[in-house]
């Protein structure tokens, strides 16, 4: 048997990352058993369906790794109408299913009980297709279902308990249930890697695919992703995009590996691994059953040591589209004729160790390229008091004096400005950071005022000065 998963995402909306993990964990189990990884397009939702977004989930399976041209498809549920059509009508043919024309309402007035699920009451009234009914599976009244699952063992549900479940509408659409395992038949999917939330359903479609004639696929159910409420992941409350997380400056390997460990750890005491060593070790058996914690805190902190490992001409690479910008980054504060590659390439080493996502660049280098540096005006404000007047002329008399204009002798002046005012170097040079730069963190300060050059920073020195 030829291993066969599948990835089939909705388009109606960005690309979420419990989605991005998912499509991981297939594309791996797809790997490691020399099988086929599909990519079906869920988009049978017109109402909500975009272009836009299928194109934003093929771009972003392209960032992870999942690059078109190496995977089936992708299949587009829409496609396949009739074949979800012939199904519904045949298990109607065969008694498996029935037409029900029963609302919310008359159920609750029946039992008695708003939470009670459906009672069953067109199973034998014999109803042919109509206005205003639906098609009902027809559960098994005894036994039970075992769901054979590689994640969490083999989950049992009594068929007692599963109601009657819908698989299509009175306008004779199916719904998700009966769509999904049709095709999931169709395309000869024999693993179904999933998140857990779906496993209520998997009773319901395991039923299915038997009622249909077909052997049900293996299942494997990974935990959920939760946010620091521990609450599910949510487009509406929590920042899930994986686009958003590749527009700010995460990089795809830190990001796929930090996903990876949603739910499983590689051996020995480590997290960061190259994903050769993912590929290799990653088990389904080895997932934990817990809800996983989405930490963004973590992610910013594997990102920043993704950063730092890069050769300096890769970080250079990865830096350029904050750089320029892009359809979808903003483009940065400077006219593109004022970027300078080479004064980029004497400080990417120094900004390099410092940031944690690749587009805090621009607030890095931007004094650099602007005619006058972005001002914070709280930097300025606690910088620019007392005695700092006095230490900017002086400062500007020192540099304008250096024989030599690099970092060493640019020190050595402002150390000498402050010594004769008994002041640290610290409090000596912030102003002058502020001066230069705009801000009071940024790149070490003598090696930025080196690349800035002589006279761009005598005069921002002088600007500053008359600002006070």
């Avoid at 399976?61 to 992708?74: A, F, N, V």
């Avoid at 999933?194 to 695919?209: F, G, M, S």
């Avoid at 950063?307 to 750089?323: H, K, N, S, T």
């Avoid at 587009?359 to 006058?372: A, G, K, P, R, T």
């Amino acid at each position: 048997m030829t291993v066969r998963v599948r990835f089939a995402p909705s388009p109606t909306g960005m690309f979420h990352v419990g989605g991005a993990r998912s499509a991981l964990q297939n594309w791996i189990y797809a790997k490691q058993h020399d099988g086929v990884f599909v990519l079906r397009i869920e988009d049978t939702d017109a109402a909500r369906n975009r272009p836009e977004w299928t194109e934003g989930i093929l771009s972003a399976l392209d960032w992870i790794g999942i690059e078109r041209g190496t995977y089936e498809g992708p299949y587009y549920q829409s496609s396949y109408a009739a074949d979800h059509a012939a199904a519904a009508t045949r298990l109607y043919g065969e008694g498996k299913a029935y037409f029900c024309d029963c609302k919310r309402e008359d159920v609750i007035a029946r039992t008695g009980n708003q939470h009670t699920g459906y009672d069953g009451f067109c199973r034998d009234r014999g109803l042919g297709p109509g206005e205003g009914r639906a098609l009902r599976f027809r559960t098994p009244d005894e036994g039970e279902t075992v769901v054979e699952d590689l994640v969490r063992g083999k989950p049992t549900f009594e068929n007692r308990l599963i109601e009657d479940f819908v698989i299509a509408r009175a306008d004779g659409s199916p719904l998700f249930l009966l769509a999904n395992v049709v095709d999931d038949m169709t395309m000869g999917i024999t693993h179904v890697i999933r998140a857990e939330e779906h496993l209520p359903n998997t009773p319901k479609q395991q039923l299915l695919w038997e009622a249909l004639g077909h052997t049900p696929p293996v299942w494997a159910h990974v935990p959920v992703i939760v946010n620091e409420k521990r609450q599910k992941l949510s487009k509406r409350r929590d920042k899930v995009a994986l686009e958003s997380y590749r527009d700010e400056g995460y990089l795809a390997a830190a990001m796929k590996n930090y996903l990876m460990l949603l739910g499983w750890a590689p051996s020995g005491d480590r997290e960061i691994v190259p994903w050769s060593v993912i590929e290799t070790e990653y088990r389904l058996e080895d997932v934990n059953h817990a809800s996983a914690f989405f930490d963004i805190k973590k992610l910013r902190a594997f990102n920043g040591d993704y950063i730092r490992a890069l050769a300096p001409d890769e970080f250079a690479a990865v830096c350029a589209p904050w750089l320029t910008g892009t359809e979808t980054i903003p483009a940065p504060p400077w006219d593109p004729a004022a970027f300078d590659i080479q004064a980029f390439t004497a400080v990417a080493p120094l900004a390099q160790t410092r940031i944690a996502v690749l587009s805090e660049i621009v607030d890095y280098v931007d004094f650099l390229f602007l005619d006058e540096p972005a001002r914070d005006e709280a930097s300025w404000a606690k910088a620019m008091k007392g005695d700092a007047a006095e230490i900017l002329a002086a400062t500007a008399t020192a540099f304008e004096a250096l024989e030599v204009w690099a970092a060493e002798p640019l020190k050595a002046a402002l150390e000498e400005v402050g010594l004769a005012r008994e002041l640290k170097l610290g409090k000596t040079q912030a102003p002058v950071r502020v001066a230069v730069t705009g801000r009071s963190v940024g790149l070490p300060l003598f090696e930025s005022i080196e690349v800035l050059g002589r006279e761009r920073t005598l005069r921002r020195l002088r600007s500053a000065l008359d600002s006070l």
